[in-house]
């Protein structure tokens, strides 16, 4: 089976849909103690626990994340995005929150332009 891996907290129309569609749920965990920021290390944990059930094929990203509001640094997107290429992972990148930024120390950073810049 097709693997997606989701963020845990996340809105449950990721959950739905690939249950809908037969895949397998990845999660991995978004670390609350951190202002719930992704790390790489529980990507790469989850991945390789998933081998044992399924085909990883798909990373979900929510940038900024639904529902902990957290916006990845530039930094954060540019190791998620190496980690997607090394893994051979289709990076699916929801930024439909990117106008919902509310604190001064915060800037959305678009996956999309990031990918562009590195080439």
């Given at each position: 089976?097709?693997?997606?891996?989701?963020p845990?907290?996340?809105?449950?129309?990721?959950?739905?849909?690939?249950?809908?569609?037969?895949?397998?749920?990845?999660?991995?965990?978004?670390?609350?103690?951190?202002?719930?920021?992704?790390?790489?290390?529980?990507?790469?944990?989850?991945?390789?626990?998933?081998?044992?059930?399924?085909?990883?094929?798909?990373?979900?990203?929510?940038?900024?994340?639904?529902?902990?509001?957290?916006?990845?640094?530039?930094?954060?997107?540019?190791?998620?995005?190496?980690?997607?290429?090394?893994?051979?992972?289709?990076?699916?990148?929801?930024?439909?929150?990117?106008?919902?930024?509310?604190?001064?120390?915060?800037?959305?950073?678009?996956f999309?332009?990031?990918?562009?810049?590195?080439?």
């Amino acid at each position: 089976r097709t693997g997606v891996l989701i963020p845990i907290p996340q809105y449950p129309l990721y959950s739905a849909a690939i249950l809908e569609m037969g895949g397998a749920q990845i999660n991995y965990y978004l670390d609350e103690d951190n202002c719930w920021a992704l790390d790489v290390n529980e990507l790469r944990r989850a991945v390789t626990e998933a081998r044992k059930f399924c085909n990883p094929k798909v990373l979900c990203v929510i940038n900024p994340g639904n529902p902990t509001g957290q916006v990845q640094s530039r930094q954060c997107i540019e190791e998620v995005i190496h980690f997607a290429y090394e893994e051979k992972l289709f990076l699916l990148s929801d930024e439909v929150y990117q106008d919902n930024v509310y604190s001064e120390d915060c800037k959305f950073h678009s996956f999309k332009k990031i990918m562009y810049e590195m080439g």
